[in-house]
């Protein structure tokens, strides 16, 4: 289970399946979990992970990301490509919001030690 980054009770999304060597296929339900976030409630001894995003379990191989507290989930798509997942803090989403509904581009901020001039 080395590659399990997650444990039971974190909070993830899921960004991307894998082929699953049991069948030499990506599951076909694969997309519609693109972008799903749940709680884990099992990991077994493989490292396949369950919870309460639905009935797939996620591979040691599949994409996720564990969230932190206030953590927003995005998910971006282009016609004809697999959906992509971004994972924003919500300072950040806040900031972009603010932008988007006010059209004004000139702010500044700090997230995660990072700063941001002029967005």
Not at 5 to 20: E, N, P, S, Y
Not at 26 to 53: F, M, Q
Request: glycine content about 10%; overall charge negative; hydrophobic content about 35%.
């Amino acid at each position: 289970m080395e590659n399990v980054k997650a444990k039971v009770g974190d909070k993830i999304v899921i960004k991307g399946l894998t082929v699953d060597p049991n069948y030499g296929t990506v599951d076909p339900r694969a997309t519609e979990y693109i972008g799903k976030t749940g709680v884990v409630e099992s990991i077994n001894a493989l490292g396949d992970i369950s919870g309460t995003w639905g009935s797939l379990s996620l591979l040691p191989t599949d994409e996720y990301e564990v969230l932190a507290e206030g953590e927003s989930v995005h998910i971006y798509e282009v016609e004809g490509s697999d959906p992509t997942v971004y994972v924003l803090p919500r300072q950040l989403y806040d900031l972009l919001d603010q932008v988007y509904e006010t059209g004004n581009a000139n702010c500044d901020c700090a997230v995660d030690d990072h700063s941001f001039i002029g967005c």
